[in-house]
């Protein structure tokens, strides 16, 4: 199992998102209302931030991202990835979002795939 973790700055997508994987399989994610880093020293007015990199995020329209986690197998990866590309685009352009995973050694309470409950409950009534 691995932990998906996708940042996504494109939020108009994120509907589309969710929809695809749910339709892939990938039935459960978890969504965080985030922020770069870059963004929120620009909100601090920080000294960090040089004033031509502070304009560029400084419209009044504004938006931070969304950090959407999700318990996922082995072999989701490559279908989820597949979604993620076709709703977010190639993410190596800029604003688009960052992809990573990391492997899980421990996983609790989890909803199993509804697939798998069927398939169990029918061979118990069989």
Excluded: C, H
Excluded at 4 to 18: G, P, R, T
Excluded at 28 to 51: K, N, P
Aim: aromatic content about 6%; cysteine-free; overall charge negative.
């Amino acid at each position: 199992m691995k932990l998906m973790v996708l940042i996504l700055n494109k939020l108009d997508a994120l509907e589309y998102l969710l929809e695809g994987l749910s339709a892939a399989g990938i039935g459960g994610a978890t969504i965080i209302e985030s922020s770069g880093m870059a963004m929120t020293l620009s909100r601090f007015d920080s000294s960090f931030v040089s004033a031509s990199i502070r304009a560029l995020f400084s419209s009044a329209d504004d938006e931070d991202n969304r950090t959407i986690l999700s318990v996922i197998r082995d072999d989701q990866l490559e279908i989820a990835r597949k979604v993620i590309y076709s709703t977010v685009g190639d993410l190596s352009m800029p604003n688009t979002g960052v992809l990573f995973t990391m492997p899980i050694d421990f996983a609790e309470g989890i909803r199993k795939n509804r697939n798998t409950i069927r398939s169990t409950e029918e061979a118990n009534e069989g």
